[in-house]
């Protein structure tokens, strides 16, 4: 048979191949997030006519550190991480006592009032079992790590309803800089039937449809302009808050219960003293954000400081719904300040932080044209790249494997994580640097001759 019809034969079965595997994955991870949320929302229907549950925060931070101390330490903190490391580390392979693990310890987290998200822990979970099902099978290496993407992709789906951007997500997400094509196919065939079956359990999404946007004009894209480099800026405040708050927790020295109590405590101090409206999931003061209604100005940072201290001492949860959070409602400061439409730079905050703090620009346009519709597309285009980029070589994410630097004159190491990487400068153009310097020094000082 001659080669190239070989080949034909050769991709065609591999696409009949993964659309199988695929399809019966995205079921699988659909039912487990269905059965996730299912628990975490009775266990939250418990405690919410109190209205001092968060006084449980000590409390549920402390058993959710036991969990993942005695059980399986995989399952601390955020979920997505834990992945992406079983990927490029492990060969894909998860241990199973992250299923149980992750499931219980997030829902005591976000139940007593922690603040993380829960699309984590749907992909955490969906991932550990598809590690399970591929062992079973005896899947080879690379199999292995393509299912483990495709639970991503799945979880992130079924738990959001945007099946196309958890398709992107899972194949953007792996690397900074590089776009990991081989997965693309199964991992939006699991999105999409991930999606599908879970809508068919019952599982119900947030939707919040923008009303007409303004008319393009040259002022709207200043503020666009603008409002990305403000996003990147968040974004970047975001990812070093959390690493400060991984480097306290490790320095404290004290076990996982002991972590959580602290944690928990130091929580409640907060809630005592401002409110409790930026612990837990954050969905109403999200959707008020996306709606057009105005929230406390200072929303953000706290959100930023209660998801740092929830994660890294002794909490169990996701981080993009935290950084959905932080994003709409530092883009309604941002819009309320300077007399825009508050719904609108809401939703383009909610996806360019995103984009800057996980390093994940398509994944980005493409979740607001499926949450707010196409017409948002050209500016949250500008404001996720200019995010990204701002943002630098650092990540949520730190187990990111970094292949492209983000400019010519900044020289990373490529191929190493993106949390060990040490950023140097090197300026290729110095004429056009001593340009700029010089023109700076002229205008400081009109009198003052300057040599280009």
């Given amino acids: 048979m001659p080669p190239r019809i070989a080949e034909i034969f050769v991709l065609l079965a591999s696409l009949l191949k993964w659309f199988l595997l695929a399809s019966g994955v995205g079921a699988m991870v659909a039912c487990s997030t269905a059965l996730f949320l299912t628990a975490l929302e009775a266990s939250l229907g418990l405690v919410q006519p109190f209205p001092y549950a968060f006084l449980l925060l000590p409390i549920g931070l402390m058993l959710s550190g036991w969990i993942t101390t005695s059980l399986s330490p995989e399952a601390e903190g955020q979920g997505t991480d834990r992945v992406i490391h079983a990927i490029h580390h492990q060969a894909g392979k998860i241990n199973p006592t992250v299923i149980p693990a992750k499931l219980v310890a ?8 922690g603040s993380a998200g829960n699309i984590g822990p749907c992909a955490q979970i969906g991932s550990g079992l598809c590690s399970l099902f591929a062992n ?34 899972a ?37 919040s449809p ?23 800026f968040i974004a970047l405040v975001f990812v070093e808050i959390l690493q400060v708050g991984r480097r306290l927790a490790s320095q404290t020295h004290l076990s996982g219960p002991l972590k959580g109590l602290l944690g928990g405590m130091v929580l409640l101090g907060v809630a005592l003293a401002f409110s409790d409206q930026f612990l837990g999931l954050g969905f109403v003061t999200l959707h008020q954000a996306l709606q057009g209604s105005t929230v406390i100005w200072y929303a953000f940072l706290l959100k930023i400081l209660t998801t ?11 981080i993009v719904l935290p950084l959905f959070f932080v994003g709409a409602t530092s ?36 979740l607001a044209m499926e949450l707010f519709g196409p017409s948002i597309a050209p500016y949250a285009a500008i404001t996720c790249v200019m995010s990204f980029l701002l943002t630098g070589h650092r990540s949520v994410i730190p187990t990111q494997i970094l292949e492209e630097t983000k400019c010519s004159s ?38 003052q001759k300057t040599e280009p």
């Fill in 308 to 318: 740092s201290l929830t994660l890294n001492f002794g909490g169990s949860g996701g």
């Fill in 210 to 232: 923008l009303h007409p946007l303004s008319q393009f004009s040259p002022s709207l894209f200043f503020f666009v302009g603008l409002s990305g480099m403000a996003f990147g």
């Fill in 410 to 447: 900044i020289q990373v190491e490529k191929g190493q994580e993106v949390g060990q990487a040490m950023p140097s400068i090197q300026i290729r153009n110095k004429t056009l640097t001593k340009l700029v310097v010089s023109t700076f020094l002229r205008w400081r000082n009109p009198k």
């Fill in 171 to 207: 194949a953007e997400v792996l690397f900074v800089g590089r776009f990991f094509y081989s997965v693309l196919f199964p991992s939006v065939i699991a999105a999409v039937v991930g999606f599908q079956v879970a809508s068919a359990l019952g599982v119900t999404y947030l939707t």
């Fill in 106 to 113: 997030t829902i005591l987290t976000i139940t007593a009032g």
């Fill in 331 to 366: 883009g309604s400061l941002f819009a309320e300040v300077l007399g825009l439409d508050l719904g609108m730079f809401a939703a383009l905050g909610m996806v360019s932080v995103l984009a800057g703090a996980v390093n994940i620009p398509i994944t980005s346009i493409v």
């Fill in 136 to 169: 079973a099978v005896k899947f080879d290496e690379v199999d292995r790590k393509k299912l483990v993407i495709c639970g991503i992709s799945a979880g992130f789906a079924s738990v959001f309803g945007t099946p196309i951007a958890g398709a992107l997500f």
